[in-house]
Nanobody, 116 residues
Framework: QVQLVESGGGLVQPGGSLRLSCAAS????????MGWYRQAPGKQRELVAR???????TYADSVKGRFTISRDNSKNTVDLQMNSLKPEDTAVYYC??????????WGQGTQVTVSS
């Protein structure tokens, strides 16, 4: 098990940028996937981006070209750089550590609101 703590959320205007950071309580180098999910009011939680221990990335179509996920195994952190934010990006963003399909850890979430 690993404890995950997100930071960096907030209120930003459309077209703006935010950087989310996820700090893990232990070494993450052996964790299969580290990722970011989001959940908007009334919607299911969805994958935003994830990254393997070797750096291979996957993005949701809705964020491709705007968001960048990065992973620092030496610092046990996973960041999500979000550019060109849109109102539809408004959601609670969760950090995720995927060990197996039956074993995942989640952070407490951080609110991102995109509004003028």
């Amino acid at each position: 098990q690993v404890q995950l703590v997100e930071s960096g959320g907030g209120l930003v205007q459309p077209g703006g940028s935010l950087r989310l950071s996820c700090a893990a309580s232990r070494n993450i180098i052996s964790i299969t996937f580290m990722g970011w999910y989001r959940q908007a009011p009334g919607k299911q939680r969805e994958l935003v981006a994830r990254i393997t221990s070797s750096g291979t990335t996957t993005y949701a179509d809705s964020v491709k070209g705007r968001f960048t996920i990065s992973r620092d195994n030496s610092k046990n952190t996973v960041d999500l750089q979000m550019n060109s934010l849109k109102p539809e990006d408004t959601a609670v963003y969760y950090c995720n550590a995927f060990h197996t399909p039956l074993r995942q850890d989640w952070g407490q979430g951080t609110q991102v609101t995109v509004s003028s």
